[in-house]
């Protein structure tokens, strides 16, 4: 986790995904891992892919601000 939020501040969204898919594997409902999967995502321009990874989550957490932020830029981004 900590591998890939270095490769995500460091600009290299590509890397950040690679890793945290392999998390995932493992920890397939840990909050934080979509939730950084999701802004490297984003960043990538691969936002409906955010969407369907952070809609469960929010669905998990409704009255998370930062979850629902996120699915809402999200939804923002996937629109325009």
């Known amino acids: 986790?900590?591998?890939?939020?270095?490769?995500?501040?460091?600009?290299?969204?590509?890397?950040?995904?690679?890793?945290?898919?392999?998390?995932?594997?493992?920890?397939?409902?840990d909050e934080r891992v979509v939730n950084l999967l999701a802004r490297v995502q984003m960043r990538?321009?691969?936002?409906?892919?955010?969407?369907?990874?952070?809609?469960?989550?929010?669905?998990r957490f409704p009255n998370r601000p930062s979850a629902l932020r996120l699915l809402a830029d999200a939804y923002l981004r996937n629109s325009g």
Do not use: F, S, T
């Not at 990538?44 to 669905?59: G, Q, S």
């Open 1 to 29: 986790m900590k591998l890939a939020a270095g490769y995500y501040i460091h600009q290299d969204p590509d890397n950040a995904q690679r890793v945290l898919q392999r998390v995932q594997e493992q920890a397939r409902e």
């Open 44 to 59: 990538r321009l691969e936002n409906k892919a955010a969407i369907d990874a952070l809609e469960p989550l929010v669905r």
